[in-house]
């Protein structure tokens, strides 16, 4: 597989480790109590903006690093603009209005179209269902204050990886409940991926129409809400 597909792939895999889907979660597991007073606190939330960046490790050992920005807002919308670290130009975007879920490429001029998630996944869903998580310690004090858990990944996000991962280690922030840092560890303990995210603002206010999205002229749509791919031009 290609570098660059690989680490969008992964990608997908970090940022929808949350997502309430069957193939996630077999069984429920129960959380441990830290665990489940942070999750409520994110629930409280209505809204935030975070940056984040995302460092992903090839089978050679290359190292690829991403970033971009994150808005979300409830009830269930939310943004993403994901471009390669260093460049101007956006790489990815992704927009959910609530109904209908838009992943646009720019370079290849290329749209999905998809039925939105029952509940959009991002860092106020901390905790993978399914997957079970065990606290390991509190790390700070005062407002930057996270505390670690530590699970096993499910294999819905590890299957594809070109390198073995054993461990999910996510760093959650003890006053909002919000993800900090996110991480896919080997056999030795070390990263093959980790997702930081880093000045987060939350019960923001954004513009009116920051979770719509209109296809450029010229853009192929591929509609994946029912059925089989529909392509249409705008």
Do not use: C
């Not at 943004?79 to 260093?86: D, N």
């Not at 959009?120 to 998580?133: D, I, K, L, S, T």
Request: glycine share 6%.
């Amino acid at each position: 597989m290609k570098k660059e597909s690989w680490v969008l792939l992964v990608f997908l895999f970090v940022i929808e480790v949350s997502r309430p889907m069957a193939v996630f979660a077999e069984e429920p597991v129960p959380l441990p109590k830290e665990a489940q007073e942070l999750a409520a606190k994110a629930a409280a939330l209505k809204s935030y903006r975070t940056q984040f960046t995302l460092e992903a490790q090839e089978e050679s050992g290359e190292k690829v690093r991403l970033e971009g920005t994150l808005l979300f807002q409830r009830p269930n919308q939310r943004r993403l603009e994901l471009r390669l670290v260093g460049s101007s130009e956006v790489h990815q975007i992704l927009v959910s209005d609530g109904k209908v879920e838009w992943q646009y490429d720019p370079a290849e001029k290329r749209v999905y179209r998809l039925a939105n998630a029952p509940e959009v996944p991002g860092p106020h869903r901390p905790f993978a269902e399914g997957a079970q998580f065990r606290f390991v310690e509190r790390r700070g004090d005062g407002p930057e204050a996270q505390i670690r858990f530590e699970g096993v990944p499910l294999s819905a996000i590890t299957r594809d990886s070109p390198v073995p991962i054993q461990t999910l280690r996510v760093d959650v922030g003890e006053q909002d409940g919000l993800v900090r840092e996110l991480s896919l560890l080997d056999n030795k303990n070390q990263a093959v991926l980790s997702q930081r995210y880093h000045h987060v603002e939350t019960n923001a206010v954004f513009p009116v129409g920051s979770f719509t999205f209109a296809p450029p002229a010229g853009t192929t749509i591929e509609d994946l809400t029912q059925g089989p791919p529909k392509k249409e031009k705008p």
